[in-house]
């Protein structure tokens, strides 16, 4: 139950977080640059194919990230200056957002809040718990099975008596 709260507020916390991200993007270039980065899923786990998609950015170029490794773009045939790449999500990447700098031709541009790295769940019993039950659990837990069986002996003895009467 824990983990199901903890989830729908994490992702209510990315859905927040990507509705409220500006849509602002940093030039290091003046004239003719590349614009609007896409990256596509904009919320990634670990391990995960990012697809990047750039405007202005007609003979291909490079994309970088502390998610990812450094990857080529390619030109998109049939467009007006689109490159596409793709990247895959280290597996040791920090969950949260992370940015994306893109190189075509001498020029930079830089998405500081391009996409979102989701953290794993621990798994295993309960997938909330790498120690175990604490005794306090165990306890409580004996107490419950012990209060069933004395329910249930008393239900099947009052049962049991009415039949002779």
Do not use: K, Y
């Not at 040791?92 to 957002?97: E, L, W």
């Not at 989701?118 to 107490?143: E, N, R, Y």
């Amino acid at each position: 139950m824990r983990t199901t709260r903890a989830l729908a507020a994490a992702g209510a916390a990315v859905a927040a977080l990507g509705l409220a991200a500006p849509a602002a993007v940093a030039w290091d270039g003046m004239g003719v640059s590349p614009s609007n980065i896409v990256a596509l899923p904009s919320v990634i786990a670990r391990g995960g194919q990012l697809t990047v998609t750039v405007d202005g950015c007609r003979g291909g170029g490079t994309m970088t990230s502390d998610a990812f490794p450094s990857t080529r773009l390619t030109p998109v045939n049939g467009t007006n200056g689109t490159s596409r790449g793709t990247a895959t999500v280290n597996h040791n990447a920090r969950p949260g957002s992370h940015s994306i700098t893109v190189n075509c031709s001498g020029r930079t541009l830089t998405n500081p809040a391009a996409f979102t790295v989701i953290g794993g769940v621990q798994g295993g019993l309960g997938g909330s718990s790498s120690s175990g039950a604490t005794p306090t659990d165990m306890a409580i837990g004996g107490g419950l099975v012990a209060a069933a069986l004395v329910g249930g002996g008393l239900f099947w003895m009052r049962r049991r008596t009415e039949r002779h009467i």
